[in-house]
């Protein structure tokens, strides 16, 4: 299926809507607007039970290190989860990508792009609603708990897209996690970054704002973690292309895809192994 991105509103605009208009929790506007791609990807892993939440796809095998997935606002993706077995696979530990949303359904594809301005409003509502990044912060977080008080010893996160937000967000003070990692990032925050108390990568696209992008690796550049962080810039790709928008019939795309699961691999081996 061909990648279409369709128009949304631009910053000025939006900041001139009528007060009907729901509050705009994400700026990103490749984010609202690049839709999911189709893909035939079989994964791997099974649904099952664990912790509080009664949905997380789980794939690999048993170690004493493990990582966490949040996914994006499309929820358990081919893609999504084709990425997560391949970690799973190179680091020889599973991966656990729970169902956020539950028990409400990710963000409707059906209307996603959003094409009217009640679609706009409503994908709004949806960010600071059921994927309210401080809410889901806190199922995160508890979730990284219950699996240290299963067992696991060393345990990374890595978020894509709105799950980046929640994912940096979760690795500050008192985290369950030892490292973490985002990829395509929306709401990318300096702020957030600064918090951090556990070494980071962070891999973006050219939908995700450049300037933020350098202050943070600066920063990463001078803190504790300074040889254990990573980062990249993926100045081909877009906004997605390593979740549920990656497109793997296109080469370029399947590169890219592949060089990053790579990076990851190589990132939580250094800090998780």
């Known amino acids: 299926m061909l990648r279409t991105i369709c128009r949304v509103l631009p910053r ?23 839709p999911p791609v189709h893909s035939d990807y079989q994964p791997k892993g099974n649904i099952k039970s664990v912790g509080s939440f009664k949905r997380v796809y789980v794939t690999g ?24 077995d391949s970690l799973a696979s190179a680091l020889q530990t599973t991966v656990y990508m729970p169902d956020f949303f539950e028990p409400h359904r990710p963000y409707p594809i059906e209307r996603f792009p959003p094409k009217t301005q009640e679609d706009k409003d409503e994908l709004q509502k949806f960010f600071g609603s059921i994927a309210s990044p ?6 995160l977080v508890s979730f990284g708990h219950a699996l240290r008080s299963e067992g696991i010893q060393k345990l990374g996160v890595y978020g894509m897209c709105w799950g980046g937000k929640v994912a940096v967000v979760a690795s500050g003070e008192n985290t369950p996690f030892n490292a973490a990692a985002i990829v395509h990032p929306a709401m990318l925050s300096l702020d957030d970054s600064r918090k951090l108390n556990v070494p980071f990568a962070i ?71």
Request: glycine fraction near 4%; hydrophobic fraction near 35%; include cysteine.
């Open 61 to 84: 095998s048993e170690n004493t290190s493990a990582l966490v997935c949040v996914y994006d606002i499309f929820g358990f993706f081919p893609q999504t989860q084709q990425g997560a």
């Open 134 to 139: 401080s809410e889901n912060t806190k199922k």
């Open 203 to 273: 891999y973006i696209s050219k939908d995700e704002p450049l300037d933020e992008y350098n202050k943070i690796v600066d920063m990463l550049s001078k803190n504790a973690f300074a040889d254990k962080n990573d980062h990249k810039n993926y100045p081909n790709m877009f906004h997605g292309w390593a979740a549920a928008r990656a497109d793997l019939t296109k080469e370029d795309n399947k590169k890219e895809f592949g060089d990053v699961y790579g990076r990851l691999a190589e990132f939580f081996r250094k800090n998780l192994v």
């Open 12 to 34: 000025a605009s939006i900041s001139r809507t009528t007060a009907a208009m729901s509050t705009i929790h994400n700026t990103n506007q490749a984010c609202c607007s690049i």
